[in-house]
């Protein structure tokens, strides 16, 4: 077996790892059998029904970002074992009798109980995601775990409401003829779907979910930091009764496993989470054929905070739009507004709040804030923040790496910040917000919050309910989120203007990823 390096192999983790002999089982302890026994048996990919290994051999390591230490290994698939997925899927599409012939009650009852088994290994889920993740076990448990089956309960109520219209048509020159038209709503195919680390379990289910319902067939690249979730995820779809090669997971890199996918002939539609970097990738590589595609990227969002707003509920929501699961998150409320009467005391309530956060393993259940995925992200951020203060902005807390082990960085909030800074413009993907002030709620507020390539989501603070919704109006993103930050639900339509995407998940608007239009028009 030949173990490959990942993208953020560098010499000095490598030179770490080893004086630690990388046994990896440190901080581990409160691990319950059914994980240690998972993460402890060779990990495969899912074709055609059957775990199987990579057609190289080549496997590659996964990381506890808490200690930086090997966990587990994953199969490294490239183009020949994205080929074997993408076949298993064409057959399972195209043999109608497998997939889309079923029942749709009977589809919906397999995807309706994915979502019971969830429920039913939420423990081991939610141990799993925080050890690969690096996420605090309580917000993997509340949020991660629950939603996750949230999804799949939501969706599965959809596959006996794929319904099409019927239409009167007035043709005008086949004068006394009658018609019978009407429309369907057919799967699109097979579909490549390629996520993220930073919600591993629940990128999948926001993916599968809706694929599933509408009677795609799959194949699903999950990030090589955080493979884990996605495996044991195939375990639970098979074992809930889904149909051989109607979901294929292939783990392994961007480049080598995920290109092919994008690109591969045989996929009628991609279905990414990522960068917006990566989303123009994937929107060439799909170009050749013409793939269809739905494309949830990166954000910036400005949380906006008026003079009215009620200071005991804005300080610490403000403050958790952007530390919730370090910041890594693409809806994190990442540019912050504050109207100049309450800037002082939001600035220093959302600095006490960051000080006063418990950092730490995730596995620790009293950690609020975890480590970043992997040391690549964690020196990602913290270059930011170094540039930040390079352009002249401060930090009112934090600033910088937290302790000389794993991949943590301190919640750091920005102040003196101008807009033209790399900071105010970029998507971090980590603790730090930047603050800036306004003094009235006008067209230049409006141009300053809508002033970037993204447009994802976005946070209002205020009691003054025609000033919310005026605001709300005005902002180009695809959330608004008043009073309230991050919160998620499988009825409610999630996605971008602008560079942030294309197409929406959750909600009913999902759904038109994964369906084809038929008109099918009969003359009586
Ligand atoms: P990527 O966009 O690279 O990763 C997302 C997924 O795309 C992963 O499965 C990745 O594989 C895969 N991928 C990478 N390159 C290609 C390719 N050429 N063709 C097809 N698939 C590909 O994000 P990163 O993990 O590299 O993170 C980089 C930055 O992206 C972060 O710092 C953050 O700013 C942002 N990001 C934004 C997210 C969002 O939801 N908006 C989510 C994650 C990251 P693999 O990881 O295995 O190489």
């Known amino acids: 077996m030949l173990t490959v390096a990942r993208k953020h192999d560098t010499t000095e983790t490598n030179n770490r790892c080893e004086e630690k002999k990388m046994d990896g089982s440190k901080g581990l302890e409160t691990l319950s059998a059914e994980v240690r026994k998972f993460i402890s048996t060779p990990k495969k990919i899912l074709i055609d029904g059957q775990w199987v290994n990579s057609k190289s051999g080549e496997t590659f390591e996964v990381y506890n970002p808490a200690t930086g230490e090997v966990i587990a290994h994953a199969q490294s698939s490239n183009k020949e074992d994205v080929d074997l997925a993408v076949k298993a899927a064409r057959r399972a599409f195209d043999d ?30 939610a141990q799993l995601e925080s050890l690969d993740n690096g996420k605090p076990i309580s917000v993997a448990r509340a949020a991660d775990v629950v939603l996750s089956a949230d999804l799949f309960h939501y969706m599965s109520g959809f596959a006996t409401k794929l319904e099409g219209q019927t239409l009167a048509l007035s043709v005008p020159f086949t004068p006394g003829a009658e018609y019978h038209a009407y429309t369907k709503r057919e799967p699109i195919g097979v579909v490549g779907q390629i996520i993220p680390w930073n919600f591993p379990l629940l990128m999948a289910a926001w993916k599968l979910g809706p694929a599933l319902t509408c009677g795609c067939t799959i194949v699903l690249k999950p990030a090589e930091e955080t493979p884990l979730t996605a495996i044991r995820l195939g375990e639970i779809c098979m074992e809930a009764g889904l149909p051989n090669g ?108 960051a000080k006063a956060m418990k950092i730490g393993p995730g596995l620790d259940p009293t950690t609020e804030l975890g480590p970043m995925v992997s040391q690549i992200q964690m020196e990602k951020v913290t270059g930011y923040i170094t540039s930040g203060k390079d352009e002249g902005a401060s930090a009112a807390s934090g600033g910088g790496r937290h302790g000389n082990e794993g991949y943590f960085v301190q919640p750091t909030v920005m102040v003196n910040t101008k807009d033209t800074m790399k900071v105010v413009q970029e998507e971090i993907f980590g603790p730090v917000v930047v603050a800036t002030k306004f003094k009235d709620l006008d067209d230049e507020l409006v141009r300053r919050a809508n002033d970037s390539v993204f447009g994802l989501a976005s946070g209002i603070w205020t009691q003054d309910i025609s000033k919310a919704h005026k605001l709300a109006g005005r902002i180009r993103a695809g959330t608004v989120w008043v009073n309230c930050y991050n919160i998620f639900d499988a009825s409610m339509p999630f996605g971008g203007f602008k560079q942030s995407g294309w197409g929406r998940e959750m909600g009913a608007a999902v759904l038109n990823n994964y369906l084809e239009n038929k008109s099918v028009c009969v003359m009586l």
Request: with cysteine.
């Open 246 to 353: 109607v979901l294929n997971i292939v783990t392994g890199f961007g480049e080598t496993t995920g290109a092919p996918l994008a690109g591969h002939p045989g996929v009628d539609k991609v279905a990414f989470t990522g960068s917006t970097e990566v989303g123009k990738l994937i929107v060439k590589a799909a170009s050749n054929d013409l793939k269809k595609l739905s494309l949830e990227l990166g954000g910036k969002s400005p949380n906006i905070i008026l003079n009215d707003a009620d200071l005991e509920r804005t300080i610490p929501g403000a403050a958790s739009a952007i530390f919730f699961n370090g910041g890594q998150c693409c809806a994190a409320g990442s540019r912050l507004y504050i109207q100049e009467g309450v800037y002082d005391e939001v600035i220093e309530g959302i600095a006490k709040y």
């Open 96 to 125: 109608h009798s497998v997939w889309r012939k079923m029942l749709p009650s009977e589809r919906g009852r397999i995807v309706s109980r994915i979502g019971d088994l969830i429920l039913k290994y939420a423990d081991e889920l």
